[in-house]
C-alpha cells in the first residue's frame, strides 16, 4: 500500500477571500460537494468574520451547516480571534482553524491585536471547547501566518517561530499548519523549519499552507515531504492570496499539487480526473477571476 498525503482544499475560504463578487451559497455549495466526491475528506469551507469587513463570507453559518450534512467531509472553519472562535463552536464547526501571524507588523494588520495577545486567545478558546465537553469532537488547527517571512517586516526570526509553536502545543493545539503566507520561503528554509516543528510536536500533526507568490511553492511542498509532512492545504486554480503580499498571485493550485504527490507515489485518495472536471466549472463560476495551475491547461503526461 502506498503511504497516504493528504490535501485540504482552502479554496472556499482562503481562494474567495479576495474576489470582488459575492458567490451565491448555493453555488459554494456545488463546488463543497462536488469537491467532496472527488475523495476530499478536509475542505475548509469558510470564514467566520464580521460581514461588513469580507461580505464574501456573510454566509458563513448557512454554508457551515450545509457542508457538515456532505457525508465522509470535515467542514473546517477559520476564525481570527476568539469571539469568532465561540461563534464557530456555537455553530457546530468540526474543525476550528485558529489564525495568528508570527510576525507581530502582519498580526496587528491582520487581526488587530499582537501575537501574544492572539496566543492567548487560542488558549481560551482551547478551554472553552474543553468546558463544553467538545475536546474530543471538535478538532482545534492553529495556521502560523508569515512562518517564512512577511511582506511587512521582512525577516521573521526562526527562534520565535518555535517560540510560539512550543506555547500553541502546550495550550492544546491539536494541529501546527505552517503558513507561508506572503510566498517568501525557501526548500531550503522549509526544510529546516519544518523538520524542527515536527521534532517539537511529537505526536502533534503538523501540515504545511504554501503561497506560489514567486513561483516557490511546489517546490516548497517537495522540500516538506522530505522532513516527513504529509498534510497540505491548496486551493483550486491557485486562487486566493493575501492582502498584505504585493503581487500576490494565490495559494499552489489544488490539482497540480494532488497531480504532485500522486507522481511521487503518494495516495491522495483524489480522483485526479474528477478533479480537472472541478476545476473546468470553476472557470464559469469565477469567470472574472484569474486562475493559475498547469494541469488543466497540459493535462496529466501519459505516463501518469
Not at 485540504?8 to 479576495?18: K, S, T
Not at 463552536?89 to 488587530?112: C, M, P
Not at 507515489?265 to 486562475?291: H, K, M, Y
Request: net charge negative.
Amino acid at each position: 500500500m502506498r503511504e497516504h498525503a493528504s490535501v485540504r482544499e482552502v479554496g472556499l475560504r482562503d481562494g474567495l477571500q479576495l474576489v470582488k463578487s459575492v458567490l451565491d451559497t448555493d453555488i459554494k455549495m456545488q463546488w463543497c460537494e462536488r469537491q467532496a466526491a472527488c475523495g476530499f475528506r478536509d475542505i475548509e469551507v469558510t470564514s467566520f468574520v464580521p460581514a461588513k469587513v469580507i461580505p464574501q463570507f456573510a454566509d458563513a453559518a448557512e454554508v457551515l451547516n450545509r457542508a457538515k450534512n456532505i457525508p465522509g467531509l470535515r467542514a473546517a472553519v477559520l476564525v481570527p480571534n476568539l469571539k469568532w472562535g465561540l461563534r464557530a463552536l456555537d455553530e457546530g464547526a468540526e474543525k476550528i482553524t485558529f489564525v495568528l501571524s508570527i510576525s507581530e507588523a502582519h498580526n496587528q494588520a491582520n487581526v488587530r491585536r499582537s501575537t501574544d495577545q492572539s496566543i492567548r486567545e487560542f488558549a481560551d478558546l482551547a478551554a472553552a471547547r474543553n468546558q463544553r465537553g467538545l475536546g474530543n469532537s471538535v478538532s482545534l488547527s492553529v495556521a502560523m501566518a508569515t512562518t517564512f517571512g512577511c511582506s511587512l517586516q521582512g525577516k521573521v526570526d526562526e527562534a520565535r517561530v518555535y517560540a510560539v509553536a512550543q506555547q500553541l502545543l502546550a495550550s492544546g493545539a491539536d494541529e501546527l499548519n505552517l503558513a507561508d503566507t506572503v510566498g517568501y520561503g525557501n526548500p531550503a528554509q522549509v526544510k529546516r523549519i519544518t523538520a524542527e516543528v515536527i521534532n517539537m510536536a511529537v505526536d502533534v500533526p503538523v501540515a504545511c499552507h504554501f503561497h506560489d507568490t514567486r513561483g516557490m511553492g511546489i517546490a516548497n511542498v517537495v522540500s516538506a515531504l522530505d522532513s516527513g509532512i504529509r498534510r497540505f492545504d491548496a486551493s483550486l486554480g491557485g486562487l486566493g492570496g493575501c492582502p498584505f503580499a504585493k503581487g500576490a498571485s494565490g495559494n499552489i493550485a489544488t490539482e497540480d499539487c494532488v497531480y504532485l504527490l500522486e507522481n511521487m507515489g503518494f495516495d491522495t485518495g483524489i480522483d485526479l480526473l474528477a478533479l480537472l472536471g472541478v476545476r473546468e466549472r470553476l472557470n464559469q463560476w469565477l469567470a472574472d477571476e484569474p486562475l493559475e495551475g498547469k494541469l488543466l491547461k497540459a493535462g496529466p503526461a501519459k505516463t501518469f
